[in-house]
């Protein structure tokens, strides 16, 4: 590991700060972006959760707030195959709930859906240009890869382990987000699925810069300058923070989340896949102490959750956070109520700093 902070990504992005707002779907919003990208950090704005229109509507908000970098991210997964009797045991499972709260447990639920990256979205890629586009869960098939990086993005992706690190930088990723165990959110592993061997942010961020020759973006359980500053001596060119956004007023999070965050200590979140069928962090609620956290009968990513959007649409009128998934990394009690823009220059001048 170099003895000198590593600043290349800013240069790499066309960033001022070395800041990258996670994409969190469905709390991420365009003034969100916007406002991290105008303060100098670089704005995300997640896709897996936005139809091909939504994406385009959103696209159009951020651009007329701002001509700075954005950065725009999309999942890299394969959808599962079919499993109805998987499907059926997971709803047998939660029938007591349904019952309970008056509902059908054998009435149709809605498909739950997180869309991987496709030639459609890689065609508003194509349209919008964006300046980085990120992935989770690895790299899209290699000529949907080819196709984003002649639209001259930078690419960056997610890696939980050295070997996912190696394996980005061989196929073609500009940088690796080394995201540590702390992070909120779903886990961006690829190439393992055992959760007892993943490694935290402050081992994990110094393996990774001597692993690869790309600049290492640090992410997981940063939510303050120290946070910033620590991941900057371990070799750090950036970091990724999400969970401290979700205290801006930029962000949309139900009342019952906010509660949630605002009232989380250093032991509140876990990991779960009790809510889409793949591991993710989260504040713990009923559903994660009765099921899981981490349960066998949870169907494949991301089917688990459709069977659990009729309790909440019930639940969560009544003030139950009971069956929500209340996404936070564990760094969740450090974060502050302040604006995306306060909170990008705090984090990038700590970075600045360091470097």
Not at 67 to 85: M, Q, S, V
Not at 149 to 176: F, Q
Not at 212 to 220: F, R, T
Not at 286 to 314: H, N, Y
């Amino acid at each position: 590991m170099s003895a000198r902070p590593d600043t290349r990504l800013p240069d790499l992005l066309g960033i001022e700060l070395p800041v990258i707002q996670a994409p969190m779907a469905g709390y991420t919003t365009p003034a969100m972006v916007i406002a991290a990208s105008e303060a100098g950090g670089l704005g995300s704005l997640p896709g897996a959760l936005l139809s091909i229109d939504a994406m385009n509507e959103a696209l159009a908000r951020i651009r007329a707030g701002t001509r700075k970098p954005i950065n725009l991210n999309f999942f890299a997964h394969t959808a599962p195959e079919p499993d109805p009797a998987g499907q059926m045991a997971w709803r047998s499972r939660l029938a007591p709930y349904h019952v309970e709260l008056g509902l059908d447990p054998a009435a149709p639920v809605p498909a739950a859906g997180r869309a991987p990256f496709d030639a459609a979205y890689c065609g508003v890629v194509e349209a919008w240009r964006p300046e980085v586009v990120s992935f989770h869960f690895g790299l899209p098939a290699p000529d949907l890869l080819a196709r984003v990086k002649r639209t001259g993005a930078k690419v960056i992706a997610s890696a939980t382990t050295v070997a996912e690190a190696r394996w980005l930088a061989a196929h073609g990723a500009d940088a690796v987000i080394a995201m540590g165990f702390e992070a909120g959110g779903h886990r961006g592993n690829f190439l393992g699925d055992d959760m007892a061997t993943q490694v935290g942010t402050f081992s994990l961020v110094p393996q990774v810069v001597d692993a690869i020759a790309l600049p290492v973006i640090a992410a997981g359980g940063i939510a303050d300058p120290r946070g910033v500053r620590a991941a900057f001596a371990l070799g750090a060119s950036a970091v990724q923070v999400g969970t401290a956004y979700l205290r801006t007023p930029e962000a949309q999070v139900t009342a019952l989340h906010l509660e949630a965050l605002k009232s989380a200590r250093d032991d509140s979140t876990a990991l779960t896949n009790v809510f889409t069928g793949r591991p993710a962090r989260g504040i713990v609620n009923r559903l994660m102490r009765e099921i899981g956290p981490l349960s066998d009968v949870a169907p494949g990513f991301p089917t688990a959750g459709g069977a659990l959007v009729p309790l909440r649409a019930v639940a969560e009128p009544a003030g139950n956070a009971g069956f929500s998934n209340l996404w936070a990394g564990q760094s969740v009690a450090l974060a502050r109520e302040m604006s995306t823009a306060a909170l990008t220059r705090s984090l990038g001048d700590a970075g600045l700093a360091a470097a």
